[in-house]
């Protein structure tokens, strides 16, 4: 039999290794994407952190906390990524417009 302690409140298990950490690379690669686009590329780096502390969270869950934030970090490296490769496709279509143009010529002959 147990019995309560008045006074005592028990303390919550650390978060998992890299949940903050995920959660922090997915606001920087979404919110940087308006401002520069060379943050959008740590997408993928929170997607991975973000699955990996899930699963620290879902192994030992009375070992491990922030589950919220590994997920919510997973969710935003997920849209970076979507953005990245929107990002890259569209810098690939706009190095081939260039090429194609320049190898149009401009029509004039010296």
């Known amino acids: 039999m147990t019995t309560a ?23 920087i690669s979404v919110a940087g994407l308006f401002v520069l686009v060379v943050p959008v ?6 997607w991975y952190h973000g699955v990996a502390a899930g699963r620290r969270v879902e192994r030992e869950p009375d070992r491990w906390s922030g589950r919220g934030e590994a997920r919510a970090g997973a969710v935003l490296g997920m849209i970076g990524s979507a953005l990245a490769l929107l990002v890259l496709a569209a810098l690939a279509l706009a190095g081939l417009g260039v090429l194609l143009a320049s190898a149009q010529g401009s029509g004039y002959r010296s």
């Open 5 to 27: 302690h008045p006074g005592f409140a028990p303390t919550a298990p650390p978060k998992a290794p890299g949940a903050s950490l995920s959660l922090v690379l997915g606001i």
């Open 41 to 46: 590329f740590l997408a993928p780096l929170a």
